[in-house]
C-alpha cells in the first residue's frame, strides 16, 4: 500500500524539479535578455558620440534592418546621418521617426534642425510653426532664430537668440551664431559685444575669435583683442585681421599684419605668404 504513496510523492517531486528547472530557466532568460538590452544601449549610445559618424550609420542601418519598428534605431540612425554631414538621407530617416507612433515633439523639431542643415528653410520653419509653444528647449529656440535670420526678422531673431541662450548652461555657440547675425546686418558693435561673450563662455572657441576679429577689422580697429589665444591662433587672426584691412582699403596696414602674422607663425603660413606675394606683385606691377 505504500508504494503508491511513494510513486505519488516521487512524482510530485520530479514535477516539483521540472517545474524549478523551467523557472530557473526562464529566469537565466529573462536575465540574459536584460544584459543584452544593457550591452546594446551601452553600444547605442557608444555609436551616437565617439564612434566613426559613418560606421555609426552602417551600424544602425543594419539594426534597424534586422527590428525594424524599433524607433529608438530610427532615431539613431538619423543622428548617425547627421553626424556624418549626410543632409538630405538624414531628412528621410527624421521624416519616418516623426511618422512613427511614438514619436515626440523633440522629434519634430530634429526634423527642423535636418531641414535647416539641408537648406530647406522653408519647410523647416512649417515644422517649426506647428510645434506647441509650450515645448520650450533651447534646440527649438535656437532653430527659431536661424529661420527668422534667414528671413532678415531681426527683432524675431533677438528675441529668440536671448531666449536660447537662457535655456543652456553651453551658451557660447549661441552668441556666436547671434554675433554672426550682427555682423551681418552691419551692427559691427553688436556683434563684437556678443562675440566677447561666447569666448568668456567658451575660450576654446576658435570661430568665435576669429568672428571678432572680423567685426574689429569692420570698424577699422587693427588691434587684436585680449582674448586666450596661443601663437598658431595669434598668426591666424593676424592673417583676418590683415585681410579686413585690404578689403577696407588700408593696404599698407594689412601688408604688415601679413608679414607679422608670417613671422608669428610657428611654421611656414603658406596662406599669409601667398597674399603678401600678391599684393608686392601688384604694387609692382
Known amino acids: 500500500m505504500r508504494h503508491p504513496i511513494v510513486f505519488s510523492l516521487g512524482l510530485t517531486g520530479a514535477l516539483f524539479l521540472a517545474a524549478c528547472d523551467q523557472s530557473g530557466s526562464a529566469q537565466v532568460d529573462r536575465a540574459l535578455r536584460d544584459v543584452n538590452v544593457v550591452d546594446e544601449t551601452n553600444l547605442n549610445d557608444v555609436m551616437l558620440t565617439v564612434a566613426d559618424p559613418d560606421e555609426a550609420v552602417i551600424y544602425f542601418t543594419r539594426a534597424a534592418a534586422n527590428d525594424p519598428g524599433r524607433i529608438d534605431l530610427m532615431r539613431g540612425l538619423a543622428k548617425s546621418l547627421i553626424r556624418a554631414g549626410r543632409a538630405p538621407e538624414a531628412v528621410s530617416a527624421w521624416d519616418a521617426v516623426v511618422a512613427h507612433d511614438e514619436a515626440t515633439v523633440t522629434d519634430e523639431v530634429d526634423l527642423a534642425d535636418a531641414l535647416i542643415r539641408n537648406n530647406d528653410w522653408e519647410r523647416a520653419e512649417t515644422v517649426l510653426d506647428a510645434i506647441p509653444p509650450t515645448h520650450e528647449t533651447y534646440k527649438r529656440y535656437r532653430l527659431e532664430a536661424m529661420v527668422a535670420d534667414s528671413n532678415?526678422?531681426?527683432?524675431?531673431?533677438?528675441?529668440?537668440?536671448?531666449?536660447?541662450?537662457?535655456?543652456?548652461?553651453?551658451?557660447?555657440?549661441?552668441?556666436?551664431?547671434?554675433?554672426?547675425?550682427?555682423?551681418?546686418?552691419?551692427?559691427?558693435?553688436?556683434?563684437?559685444?556678443?562675440?566677447?561673450?561666447?569666448?568668456?563662455?567658451?575660450?576654446?572657441?576658435?570661430?568665435?575669435?576669429?568672428?571678432?576679429?572680423?567685426?574689429?577689422?569692420?570698424?577699422?580697429?587693427?588691434?587684436?583683442?585680449?582674448?586666450?589665444?596661443?601663437?598658431?591662433?595669434?598668426?591666424?587672426l593676424l592673417h583676418t585681421l590683415a585681410l579686413s584691412a585690404i578689403k577696407q582699403g588700408d593696404v599698407t596696414m594689412g601688408k604688415g599684419l601679413l608679414r607679422e602674422a608670417i613671422d608669428t607663425h610657428p611654421q611656414h603660413f603658406e596662406a599669409a605668404v601667398r597674399a603678401l606675394r600678391a599684393l608686392e606683385d601688384n604694387v609692382t606691377n
Open 152 to 236: 532678415e526678422e531681426w527683432e524675431r531673431a533677438d528675441s529668440f537668440y536671448e531666449i536660447a541662450a537662457g535655456l543652456t548652461t553651453k551658451p557660447a555657440g549661441v552668441f556666436n551664431n547671434w554675433g554672426f547675425s550682427k555682423l551681418t546686418r552691419g551692427d559691427f558693435a553688436g556683434a563684437e559685444r556678443l562675440f566677447g561673450d561666447a569666448i568668456r563662455n567658451d575660450p576654446q572657441l576658435f570661430t568665435a575669435k576669429n568672428n571678432l576679429v572680423l567685426a574689429r577689422g569692420a570698424q577699422r580697429n587693427y588691434d587684436l583683442p585680449v582674448v586666450p589665444m596661443n601663437q598658431v591662433e595669434r598668426a591666424q
